[in-house]
């Protein structure tokens, strides 16, 4: 299965991609937030965790990545 197709698992690898800029993909860490909200919203038990900690500790707005939700199925037909 893959993230085209709403893998949590796979969402969550395409997060820490996104989020380090591996496999020749550019940094972007609102994109890897949001795909880590996407896993998290199927209950990826490590994205869930994640996602707390980063707003409890480092304050990071994980609510404001509305300006991904329109591009989520391109993103998932490249990416998958």
């Known amino acids: 299965l893959s993230a085209k197709q709403g893998n949590k698992e796979a969402l969550f690898k395409i997060s820490s991609v996104y989020v380090t800029g591996e496999n020749g993909i550019e940094e972007d860490l609102e994109k890897g937030l949001h795909y880590l909200k996407l896993a998290a919203k199927q209950e990826h038990s ?10 409890e500790i480092d304050g990071i707005d994980v609510d404001s990545f509305e300006k991904y939700e329109e591009e989520d199925e391109f993103e ?5």
């Not at 490590?46 to 707003?55: D, E």
């Not at 998932?76 to 998958?80: D, F, N, Q, V, W």
């Open 76 to 80: 998932r037909s490249r990416l998958g």
């Open 46 to 55: 490590k994205a869930i965790q994640l996602l707390k900690k980063l707003k």
